[in-house]
């Protein structure tokens, strides 16, 4: 198993809700404010930076894009350690600061570092 590999981090962390984004031509998934926070905790436990996200909007059960996003850069100087808690700690405090009012049911995705 893969760490960073996203279905894992669903299936071994009681991850619930989660929506596929491939009818968006997309292959990964979408998370609900709750369960996104539980993606960003369990990537800073298993030391994954998130190097960003996107943010879609549910209406109806449809799911579109909604043109939000966030990324992290790590700084030439920065430990991966630091990296791993920088990158995880700007992925929440967007999360938890998120507002638009044109998105009813905000669903974040995740960009996770690939292991070498």
């Known amino acids: 198993m893969k760490q960073n590999d996203i279905i894992s981090i669903i299936q071994d962390n009681d991850i619930s809700e989660y929506y596929s984004l491939k009818d968006l031509g997309i292959e990964g998934y979408a998370f609900p404010y709750q369960e996104a926070l539980k993606i960003v905790q369990t990537?800073?436990?298993?030391?994954?930076?998130?190097?960003?996200?996107?943010?879609y909007s549910m209406k109806n059960s449809i799911i579109e894009y909604s043109d939000d996003n966030w990324y992290y850069n790590r700084?030439?100087?920065?430990?991966?350690?630091?990296?791993v808690q920088n990158?995880?700690?700007?992925?929440?405090?967007?999360?938890?600061?998120?507002?638009n009012h044109f998105c009813d049911r905000p669903l974040f995705s995740f960009v996770l570092e690939n292991e070498n």
């Open 75 to 83: 700084t030439p100087d920065e430990s991966y350690y630091d990296y």
């Open 87 to 99: 990158s995880c700690n700007k992925s929440e405090s967007y999360i938890r600061t998120f507002k």
């Open 43 to 55: 990537c800073k436990l298993l030391a994954i930076p998130i190097l960003g996200g996107d943010v």
